[in-house]
């Protein structure tokens, strides 16, 4: 295979929902291959049974495809270095596992569970001991004819010092006695995490690997197998942390940051895509919103940051709402109207395009519109009513505006935008007033609040009923004041 040639790879695992931070990884990986006109390779690391979520693979590919990442091999696109589950690759990590033994790289470990709970230290950590690397060839090949349970460990040098080189964080440097004797192959004969990925990276001709920087204290141990084996080692390019806030990183743990979940509230794909991808990398100019296209030719390894970058949603929301912005009148209906269903399952055609028109101009997620549909036509609680609402009704005026619109509503007999609006106008003129001092009177006996959506929109949709019903309790208590 030509090592010239930039072969990438993501390699999430089937364990559930896509975090936000696998997603930048691999559209980073992706935008570097796409670049140099290399392959994008998409790997299952499905060897973790206990950990395996049932449809987990099909949500990776489905988010894969909403993001807009098309992978050059991978499941349904097989190439000539595959298969590119990991399960179905078992038979070859027993053999380069059984090649590092013979190379006195690797070692058969016979030791019980119950030996090694006893090596903890009091922080409840264990460090093995090496014992089964002291066994004689003799011993080993008894245990073997006896069919005894064993994995095989890597053997880390006894001194010295491990380094490679980061395209961000540099040289990096490991004192060997650091490094533990890990597991390569457990007993079940599914190869751990870390010797998978060797195996199929230089199997895969991988030439450059993106992943999350808390892999920088292992990459030693992934490079002692690369010259176990005497292979190329690839580039390594470790990507600062998704952070929750200053201390928190964002954690599948604790349901955090899910793409998935995302989707389900109503934020568009790319606009997700758009923003995670500032969330480490910073263009050289102010430049904030990107298509795919853009993307892939900015990118560049220069502008990753060491440092970890804090999720904001509000920031994630403000994209969204710039990408809203630009659907058609059309695309925003049908992009709107699953969660007004939610609302109201049963309203009419035209009770949706209304909602549509008055929340556009405000809602930044589709789950909004729930909350928004909420704040504005809840039920008024006179009684807790802000201060400085208090304070306008109190205002010279105000209450014989509110009382005449409440004698003027009463007589229409078509209630929409135009003849409210109408109305409000005409009411107006009969008392003098204009502005604030007739809008805002109006506003509050509707809503209760001194700001909102487009007015006539809003009244509409509150219906004739309510608004009067508002108004006439809302005087009754002006009266008593």
Not at 35 to 57: M, S
Not at 105 to 124: N, P, Q, T, V
Not at 227 to 249: C, N, S
Request: proline letters at 3%; charged letters at 30%; hydrophobic letters at 35%.
């Amino acid at each position: 295979m030509d090592k010239e040639i930039v072969r990438t790879r993501f390699a999430p695992s089937p364990t559930g929902f896509m975090h936000v931070g696998n997603l930048r990884s691999a559209l980073y990986t992706y935008y570097f291959a796409r670049q140099h006109n290399g392959a994008f390779i998409l790997r299952i690391e499905d060897t973790d049974v206990e950990r395996y979520v049932e449809g987990a693979v099909e949500t990776i590919l489905k988010t894969l495809e909403l993001a807009g990442i098309d992978y050059d091999e991978g499941p349904g696109k097989e190439g000539d270095v595959g298969p590119y589950y990991q399960s179905q690759r078992k038979p070859l990590y027993k053999k380069y596992a059984e090649e590092l033994i013979a190379k006195g790289s690797a070692y058969y470990c016979f030791c019980s569970k119950e030996r090694l709970e006893s090596l903890k230290d009091e922080h409840g950590n264990v460090r093995y001991d090496r014992h089964c690397w002291h066994l004689s060839k003799e011993e080993i090949e008894r245990k073997l004819a006896n069919n005894e349970p064993y994995v095989i460990r890597q053997k880390m040098p006894d001194e010295g010092i491990v380094q490679f080189n980061d395209l961000i964080y540099g040289l990096i440097e490991v004192d060997a006695k650091e490094l533990e004797d890990q597991v390569l192959l457990k007993s079940d004969f599914y190869p751990t995490y870390n010797f998978a990925n060797v195996v199929d990276d230089h199997l895969m001709g991988i030439t450059h690997v993106m992943r999350g920087n808390e892999y920088l204290s292992s990459t030693p141990k992934y490079n002692l197998l690369y010259q176990a084996f005497g292979w190329d080692v690839p580039e390594y390019i470790h990507l600062p942390q998704i952070m929750r806030d200053e201390t928190h990183k964002l954690s599948k743990r604790y349901g955090d940051a899910h793409f998935e979940d995302f989707i389900k509230k109503g934020y568009l794909p790319h606009a997700i895509v758009n923003y995670i991808s500032l969330l480490g990398w910073a263009p050289k100019d102010n430049q904030e919103k990107f298509t795919m296209k853009e993307l892939i030719e900015r990118f560049s390894i220069d502008g990753l940051k060491k440092s970890g970058s804090i999720f904001d949603i509000k920031k994630l929301q403000w994209f969204n709402f710039e990408y809203l912005k630009e659907l058609s009148a059309e695309e925003y209906f049908n992009y709107l109207l699953p969660f007004l269903k939610e609302i109201k399952a049963d309203a009419s055609t035209e009770w949706y395009q209304n909602m549509c028109i008055l929340l556009r101009e405000r809602l930044t997620y589709g789950a909004e519109a729930k909350t928004l549909y909420d704040n504005f036509f809840k039920e008024i609680d006179l009684k807790a009513m802000s201060s400085e609402v208090v304070d306008f009704l109190k205002e010279e005026g105000v209450f014989k505006t509110i009382e005449t619109l409440y004698q003027q509503f009463q007589t229409l007999s078509v209630w929409n935008e135009e003849t409210i609006i109408q109305t409000i106008k005409e009411v107006g003129k009969a008392l003098s007033v204009k502005g604030k001092m007739l809008y805002m009177p109006c506003r509050v006996a509707s809503t209760g609040e001194m700001h909102g959506p487009d007015l006539g929109k809003l009244l509409q949709l509150l219906s004739k009923e309510v608004v009067i019903g508002r108004m006439e309790k809302l005087l009754h208590m002006m009266k008593v004041w």
